[in-house]
């Protein structure tokens, strides 16, 4: 997922795409070549962070954003402890 106005890249990041040195080489050139030419950071997440720790993960990236400039507010995902700031969980509203 590309946000370009705050110049980031979330990338889910797994064995799929990179299971040899050379695919894993691959994205760490392509993610140097972002950085240097576009400025733009890559952030890598895992499948597990994604289907295991959902609303975390959902959470520490829109505190990333947030911190970029992103200036949406969070809400309480459903599914999730009643204190959010305990569990590390939100949902973009």
């Known amino acids: 997922m ?3 106005e705050f110049g980031l890249i979330v990338e889910l990041h797994g064995r799929a795409f990179h299971d040899t040195p ?3 080489d691959a994205d760490a050139d392509r993610e140097l070549t972002e950085r240097a030419v576009g400025g733009v950071a890559s952030l890598r ?12 993960t ?5 505190t ?10 969070l809400r309480p995902c459903p599914r999730c402890p009643p204190r959010l700031s305990d569990a590390g969980c939100s949902r973009v509203a």
């Open 22 to 24: 050379a695919a894993y």
């Open 2 to 4: 590309r946000y370009d």
């Open 64 to 73: 990333i954003l947030q911190r970029l400039g992103w200036e949406r507010t």
């Open 58 to 62: 959902a959470g520490w990236i829109a």
């Open 45 to 56: 997440i895992t499948y597990g962070q994604v289907f295991r720790t959902t609303c975390r």
